[in-house]
T-cell receptor, first 110, second 111 residues
Framework: NAGVTQTPKFQVLKTGQSMTLQCAQD?????MYWYRQDPGMGLRLIYY???????DKGEVPNGYNVSRLNKREFSLRLESAAPSQTSVYFC?????????FGQGTRLTVV | GQQVMQIPQYQHVQEGEDFTTYCNSS?????IQWYKQRPGGHPVFLIQ?????EVKKQKRLTFQFGEAKKNSSLHITATQTTDVGTYFC???????????FGPGTRLSVLP
């Protein structure tokens, strides 16, 4: 049972480049989330999806887009990466109680 | 907006000492959850508290939910090096189906 799988684990981008972070869960959860984690800032919600076909903005959505491709997959896209988006990104899913997190993607924008 | 705060931000203890982290919400919560994140790892769910004044124990960890359901604490008795990590509290957001996390308390345990 894989739980929540994120790819890639590490990524270095140049300013202005685009990329998509992939996330998939195999727990049949309705809700999926994207968080970013910066030192001393805790986990800040970027976007979430309460169910297949719906997405909503979180606390820090600017510069990001998401797609809930199906119930399993929730991707996060950076259209034009900026150094301020250097962070660790976590995908999570929930079946209504606790959140299950992926291993994280460490993104550096230079 | 809705906020969840935690104190302290950092705590260094000698192995065997006790440790407590406190969580305070700006709004009443229907429940509160605690997560642990090991260095370099991802947050892992520890427990959920639902009832006012609830106390739950997991071995050396004791979790409390305040009477007003706006605060919570996590107490670790006789810390061990395996307790190292960042402890987050989280509550359901007032709008939408998602969580709001506190900034976390980073615990270091010196052997």
């Amino acid at each position: 049972n894989a739980g929540v799988t994120q790819t890639p684990k590490f990524q270095v981008l140049k300013t202005g480049q685009s990329m998509t972070l992939q996330c998939a869960q195999d727990m049949n959860h309705n809700s999926m989330y994207w968080y970013r984690q910066d030192p001393g800032m805790g986990l800040r919600l970027i976007y979430y999806s309460a169910s297949e076909g719906t997405t909503d903005k979180g606390e820090v959505p600017n510069g990001y887009n998401v797609s809930r491709l199906n119930k399993r997959e929730f991707s996060l896209r950076l259209e034009s990466a900026a150094p301020s988006q250097t962070s660790v990104y976590f995908c999570a899913s929930s079946g209504g109680r606790e959140a299950f997190f992926g291993q994280g993607t460490r993104l550096t924008v230079v | 907006g809705q906020q969840v705060m935690q104190i302290p931000q950092y705590q260094h203890v000698q192995e065997g000492e006790d440790f407590t982290t406190y969580c305070n919400s700006s709004t009443t919560l229907s429940n509160i959850q605690w997560y642990k994140q090991r260095p370099g790892g991802h947050p892992v769910f520890l427990i959920q508290l639902v009832k006012s004044g609830e106390v739950k124990k997991q071995k050396r960890l004791t979790f409390q939910f305040g009477e007003a359901k706006k605060n919570s604490s996590l107490h670790i008795t006789a810390t061990q090096t395996t307790d190292v990590g960042t402890y987050f509290c989280a509550g359901p957001r007032n709008y939408g189906q998602n969580f709001v996390f506190g900034p976390g308390t980073r615990l270091s345990v010196l052997p």
